[in-house]
T-cell receptor
Framework: AQSVTQLDSQVPVFEEAPVELRCNYSSSVSVYLFWYVQYPNQGLQLLLKYLSGSTLVKGINGFEAEFNKSQTSFHLRKPSVHISDTAEYFCAVTGMGGANNLFFGTGTRLTVIP | NAGVTQTPKFRVLKTGQSMTLLCAQD?????MYWYRQDPGMGLRLIHY???????AKGEVPDGYNVSRLKKQNFLLGLESAAPSQTSVYFCASSYRAWAFFGQGTRLTVV
């Protein structure tokens, strides 16, 4: 099975500042990696995904993430955040093949301060 | 295109009551999942299905049952609700590891 650790439960950041949300994973097989965003009282929306190829993945809303196999990490970054980025962010992993069960981290609450 | 639809959106149950949550998807996905979301614990997989007529247990299956009689529907049942089952429940369907989520069902057991 796979597991995910999100190292920060809450990240406050000022508007227009850069942000990095950290994610580390554990797996005995090759993986697919995802970041999801959840706005208040809503479901989860896919932000970006790594399936194969380039280790730098670009997603929606100006977010990007870099897959680092040696460090088993998939950190999420944005160079300049907006108030509208305030939300909960979840990192998720699934092993290649099989039922594609997604294993989620415990989430990081990003709060953008005006 | 509705995507993944969950009903109901809110429900309050008394301890010991039963209920069924319905998830419907219109994307013809084979895989469907039920998760529960609790503060500080992320999303945990309850049950999943890899196709019509099949179901399997996830991380936290106790107290829940599921059925997938039709490809587009995945039902989650609580036979005898307990306060520990107070949570937000999310259904998802997936294609090639890309999961689409419903809007969630907020269940309170009193």
């Amino acid at each position: 099975a796979q597991s995910v650790t999100q190292l920060d439960s809450q990240v406050p950041v000022f508007e227009e500042a850069p942000v990095e949300l950290r994610c580390n994973y554990s797996s005995s097989v090759s993986v697919y990696l995802f970041w999801y965003v959840q706005y208040p009282n809503q479901g989860l929306q896919l932000l970006l995904k790594y399936l194969s190829g380039s280790t730098l993945v670009k997603g929606i809303n100006g977010f990007e993430a870099e897959f680092n196999k040696s460090q088993t990490s998939f950190h999420l970054r944005k160079p300049s955040v907006h108030i509208s980025d305030t939300a909960e962010y979840f990192c998720a992993v699934t092993g290649m093949g099989g039922a594609n069960n997604l294993f989620f981290g415990t989430g990081t609450r990003l709060t953008v301060i005006p | 295109n509705a995507g993944v639809t969950q009903t109901p959106k809110f429900r309050v149950l008394k301890t010991g009551q039963s209920m069924t949550l319905l998830c419907a998807q219109d994307m013809n996905h084979e895989y469907m999942y039920w998760y529960r979301q609790d503060p500080g614990m992320g999303l945990r997989l309850i049950h999943y299905s890899v196709g019509e007529g099949t179901t399997a247990k996830g991380e936290v299956p106790d107290g829940y049952n599921v059925s997938r009689l039709k490809k587009q529907n995945f039902l989650l049942g609580l036979e005898s609700a307990a306060p520990s089952q107070t949570s937000v429940y999310f259904c998802a369907s997936s294609y090639r590891a890309w999961a689409f989520f419903g809007q969630g069902t907020r269940l309170t057991v009193v």
